[in-house]
């Protein structure tokens, strides 16, 4: 069985920093990729980003690119997603998800392990 556990949300003030991590167990961690999806109160849930299986590519939403890097480590079954430069907007709970294959997908439908949320907060 695959669980997904992430960490790292918190409050933080505009223009600050925050680094999500979220652990993987179970097998072949290595085969799939990996996004990240948050959801805002009363929004429906949206992509953030997503790592290819290797690592070697990478993909980004266009509220979050030249903000935000989403790395792995396949030999710790970690993923993670560095935010930089936080706006208020940014506020919501933040998901990690295991895609269905190798390819990186930006829709929710490409995922099918996700794990419980972590909550962002971004306000002075």
């Known amino acids: 069985q695959v669980q997904l556990v992430e960490s790292g949300g918190g409050l933080v003030q505009p223009g600050g920093s925050l680094r999500l991590s979220c652990a993987a167990s179970?097998?072949?961690?290595?085969?799939?990729?990996m996004g990240w999806f948050r959801q805002a109160p009363g929004k429906e849930r949206e992509f953030v980003a997503a790592i290819s299986s290797t690592g070697d590519s990478t993909y980004y939403a266009d509220s979050v690119k030249g903000r935000f890097t989403i790395s792995r480590d396949n030999a710790k079954n970690m993923v993670y997603l560095q935010m930089n430069s936080l706006k208020p907007e940014d506020t919501a709970v933040y998901y990690c998800?295991?895609?269905?294959?190798?390819?990186?997908?930006?829709?929710?439908?490409?995922?099918?392990?996700w794990g419980q949320g972590t909550q962002v907060t971004v306000s002075s």
């Open positions: 179970g097998r072949s961690f290595s085969w799939y990729a």
């Open positions: 998800a295991r895609d269905k294959g190798r390819v990186i997908s930006a829709s929710a439908y490409g995922y099918d392990y």
